[in-house]
């Protein structure tokens, strides 16, 4: 059994770490861009922006689709269609954000060695919690960091509150994530990191931008995380 010997703190990204949701996203996008009568991006770029703040990854998708001078205040309003479609999503039941195999397994294991939880993610505050909610999760986690607090990824202005809410210091803190947004995030605030390989960008990606470990299974998650907090986390008879 996993006991940890001082306060850790264990930060998860949300979409494409814990939860599946891609579809929803790719539809809710698709939503958008047909609102405002432009062909919706293709599903590949759609996936490399996810983990960014709204706004942003939509300014990044107009960049790829090589519009010279978008009009005024497109994004915005390409991000509140999205928000509309997504919240339509939720109303209608249709909302397909799925945990991915063995995560709760990783949750509730970390959770009852005495970790602190958290997630930062460039989902809003209100959207991160209708998700833990619905898979009966939200008590597990101690700090919730969105980016529509404050700047979203992979600045580390998520990171640096939750170590400020938690009381925890940065050796003592692991982030968890399958984009290089993540990884970034954790390099730029001294904080160890892990790569998942289930994600939205590939495994290559995470090792360049500095992932301390890589795991393809959520079963590797626990070890991996022992073997970066060796000092901190032990196995208790």
């Keep these: 059994m996993l006991h940890a010997s001082r ?5 998860f990204d949300c979409d494409g770490t ?13 939503s958008a861009f047909k609102a405002e009568m432009m062909s919706p991006p293709d599903a590949e770029a759609i996936r490399r922006v996810v983990g960014l703040p709204l706004v942003e990854a939509i300014q990044r998708l107009l960049s790829d689709d090589q519009l010279e001078a978008p009009p005024p205040n497109l994004a915005s309003k390409l991000a509140e269609h999205y928000k509309e479609a997504f919240s339509a999503q939720r109303e209608d039941e249709s909302l397909h954000e799925p945990l991915f195999p063995g995560i709760e397994g990783v949750i509730k294991t970390l959770h009852e060695a005495g970790a602190i939880l958290g997630v930062a993610t460039g989902k809003s505050h209100r959207g991160l919690v209708a998700t ?8 597990l986690f101690s700090t ?6 404050g700047p979203g990824k992979p600045n580390p202005a998520m990171l640096y509150r939750a ?3 938690t009381g925890v210091e940065a050796a003592d803190c692991v982030m968890i994530g399958d984009t290089v947004f993540d990884i970034e995030m954790a390099r730029s605030g001294n904080v160890r990191s892990i790569g998942v390989s289930w994600g939205y960008h590939p495994s290559e990606d995470l090792l360049e931008y500095g992932a301390n470990v890589l795991v393809r299974r959520a079963e ?12 901190a986390l032990h196995e208790k008879a």
């Excluded at 814990?18 to 698709?30: K, P």
């Excluded at 833990?132 to 008590?139: D, F, I, S």
């Excluded at 590797?220 to 000092?231: G, K």
Aim: aromatic share 2%.
């Design 220 to 231: 590797e998650l626990l070890p991996a995380i022992r073997d970066l907090l060796s000092d």
């Design 18 to 30: 814990l939860v599946d949701s891609q579809f929803s996203i790719i539809a809710a996008m698709n």
């Design 7 to 11: 306060p850790i703190l264990i930060l």
């Design 144 to 149: 919730l960091q969105t980016a529509d607090i």
């Design 132 to 139: 833990l909610e619905r898979h009966h999760m939200l008590p």
């Design 163 to 165: 170590l400020e809410e």
